[in-house]
């Protein structure tokens, strides 16, 4: 594998995300198989890693799509996923992000609001149609992560309190437009401890006994994602166990059991390759700089998030503790600290480990730089999934910058 590191660099030039996609598949079908015995339906949580090649494969494999936002539902669809795999979620839809998706049929819009669900009510009367619908409920559990990822409480601004969710659903029942058959909940992300995610699904399935008993049809039991990786000596949360423990808290109902994994299917299968510009030392550190930057993978300096960084180069020499940096404007432009390594030598490879989840997809072009290229490996090949982004496809958006102020933007195209 490093040695195909050191020929994909040379190949397709630095920073370079490459992606394993039969460990991908590895994980989809592991945690299918958890569920097995059980109706189960596994929706990959696209905004983790929302590569068209990516999301295909998924796809491929039978896996539905969690998107958040209109532009990840027409991923989903483009990339061959079943519509009627696909749920919409996110606390702020727009009226036109509601229309595609009524259009388009997808499984659910999953509402988190009351307000929402009077706009998706008016919208699918408009459209003369009836929307299939879930409600995020948040049932007030404490996830114990980073509180960025945490969404399970009530001081968090996803989804609606147990009793707003049984008024919403009676009010759903009773709506020629609104066809109730989900419920959802997500309580954070990364998570390692199998008790809050316990707690939670308890909750909610308590509440779908509530509901069947008022005859609201709840079919779609939505557990969310937020399964946690080994980014460094982490325990991760087995799959018998989960899968066990939501058969369990649903035990008599006859529910589809619905799961949202996004980082667990991609985060280690994935990493970001870049080589060494230069060394430096200031006021006695030690810095490595890189070609990589924070506007390629955010999370060391967004979440203060640990990745482990693994020199590929050829010095054998004893390794000492270095900064690892990037070339970008800012002091929070770092991928790691204190990182032992031996003295490097420009163009050195680094590899950047459990880089495929939001990773790219933080990606941006802060101090004009262009995204990286993403690489496939499939059966011991690898393939071009996603162009290097050039100076002409930055600027593509720009063109008014040829135009007076007089002549205004050209806007009639
Ligand atoms: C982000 C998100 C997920 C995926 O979370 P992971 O921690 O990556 O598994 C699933 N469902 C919803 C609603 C989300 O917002």
Same mark, same amino acid.
């Given at each position: 594998?490093?040695?195909?590191?050191?020929?994909?660099?040379?190949?397709?030039?630095?920073?370079?995300?490459?992606?394993?996609?039969?460990?991908?598949?590895?994980?989809?079908?592991?945690?299918?198989?958890?569920?097995?015995?059980?109706?189960?339906?596994?929706?990959?949580?696209?905004?983790?890693?929302?590569?068209? *090649?990516?999301?295909?494969?998924?796809?491929? #494999?039978?896996?539905?799509?969690?998107?958040?936002?209109?532009?990840?539902?027409?991923?989903?669809?483009?990339?061959?996923?079943?519509?009627?795999?696909?749920?919409?979620?996110?606390?702020?839809?727009?009226?036109?992000?509601?229309?595609?998706?009524?259009?388009?049929?997808?499984?659910?819009?999953?509402?988190? *609001?009351?307000?929402?669900?009077?706009?998706?009510?008016?919208?699918?009367?408009?459209?003369?149609?009836?929307?299939?619908?879930?409600?995020?409920?948040?049932?007030?559990?404490?996830?114990?992560?980073?509180?960025?990822?945490?969404?399970?409480?009530?001081?968090?601004?996803?989804?609606? @309190?147990?009793?707003?969710?049984?008024?919403?659903?009676?009010?759903?029942?009773?709506?020629?437009?609104?066809? &109730?058959?989900?419920?959802?909940?997500?309580?954070?992300?990364?998570?390692?401890?199998?008790? &809050?995610?316990?707690?939670?699904? #308890?909750?909610?399935?308590?509440?779908?006994?509530?509901? /069947?008993?008022?005859?609201?049809?709840?079919?779609?039991?939505?557990?969310?994602?937020?399964?946690?990786?080994?980014?460094?000596? @982490?325990?991760?949360?087995?799959? /018998?166990?989960?899968?066990?423990?939501?058969?369990?808290?649903?035990?008599?109902?006859?529910?589809?059991?619905?799961?949202?994994?996004?980082?667990?299917?991609?985060?280690?299968?994935?990493?970001?390759?870049? #080589?060494?510009?230069?060394?430096?030392?200031?006021?006695?550190?030690?810095?490595?700089?890189?070609?990589?930057?924070?506007?390629?993978?955010?999370? &060391?300096?967004?979440?203060?998030?640990?990745?482990?960084?693994?020199?590929?180069?050829?010095? #054998?020499?004893?390794?000492?503790?270095?900064?690892?940096?990037?070339?970008?404007?800012?002091?929070?432009?770092?991928?790691?600290?204190?990182?032992?390594?031996? &003295?490097?030598?420009?163009?050195?490879?680094?590899?950047?480990?459990?880089?495929?989840?939001?990773?790219?997809?933080?990606?941006?072009?802060?101090?004009?730089?262009?995204?990286?290229?993403?690489?496939?490996?499939?059966?011991?090949?690898?393939?071009?999934?996603?162009?290097?982004?050039?100076?002409?496809?930055?600027?593509?958006?720009?063109?008014?910058?040829?135009?007076?102020?007089?002549?205004?933007?050209?806007?009639?195209?």
């Amino acid at each position: 594998m490093q040695a195909d590191y050191q020929t994909l660099a040379e190949h397709y030039g630095t920073p370079l995300y490459v992606y394993d996609f039969d460990a991908m598949a590895a994980n989809y079908r592991r945690l299918k198989e958890a569920f097995s015995g059980h109706k189960s339906l596994i929706s990959y949580a696209v905004k983790a890693n929302s590569n068209l *090649s990516v999301v295909a494969h998924f796809a491929r #494999q039978g896996a539905g799509a969690d998107c958040v936002s209109i532009g990840e539902v027409q991923r989903a669809l483009t990339a061959g996923v079943d519509r009627y795999k696909i749920i919409f979620s996110g606390v702020g839809k727009r009226d036109d992000e509601i229309e595609i998706a009524l259009r388009e049929g997808i499984l659910l819009i999953n509402l988190e *609001s009351e307000a929402e669900m009077k706009r998706v009510e008016m919208i699918a009367k408009r459209l003369g149609k009836q929307a299939r619908i879930s409600i995020r409920v948040n049932p007030n559990v404490d996830a114990q992560t980073h509180p960025y990822i945490s969404t399970g409480l009530h001081e968090n601004k996803f989804g609606v @309190e147990i009793d707003a969710a049984k008024r919403m659903y009676i009010y759903a029942k009773n709506s020629e437009h609104l066809d &109730p058959i989900g419920i959802h909940f997500h309580i954070g992300s990364q998570l390692t401890d199998l008790a &809050p995610l316990r707690e939670a699904t #308890q909750i909610v399935a308590d509440l779908v006994r509530s509901l /069947h008993a008022i005859d609201v049809d709840i079919k779609f039991f939505d557990v969310g994602g937020g399964l946690g990786v080994v980014y460094r000596d @982490e325990t991760p949360i087995d799959v /018998h166990a989960y899968a066990d423990m939501i058969t369990e808290a649903i035990r008599g109902m006859d529910l589809t059991i619905m799961c949202e994994p996004g980082r667990s299917m991609v985060a280690n299968a994935g990493v970001l390759l870049t #080589q060494v510009l230069y060394e430096k030392e200031n006021g006695g550190k030690r810095f490595v700089i890189v070609d990589a930057a924070m506007n390629d993978l955010m999370r &060391p300096t967004l979440y203060q998030a640990y990745h482990r960084i693994e020199y590929l180069g050829q010095n #054998q020499e004893k390794a000492t503790e270095a900064d690892i940096v990037g070339p970008i404007c800012e002091s929070g432009d770092w991928f790691g600290k204190k990182v032992p390594m031996p &003295p490097t030598e420009h163009n050195d490879l680094i590899a950047i480990h459990s880089a495929g989840a939001y990773g790219f997809t933080m990606a941006s072009n802060y101090n004009t730089r262009g995204r990286a290229a993403e690489i496939a490996l499939e059966g011991g090949t690898a393939r071009l999934i996603r162009d290097r982004e050039n100076f002409e496809d930055q600027i593509r958006l720009e063109k008014g910058y040829l135009n007076t102020p007089a002549e205004g933007y050209d806007d009639d195209t």
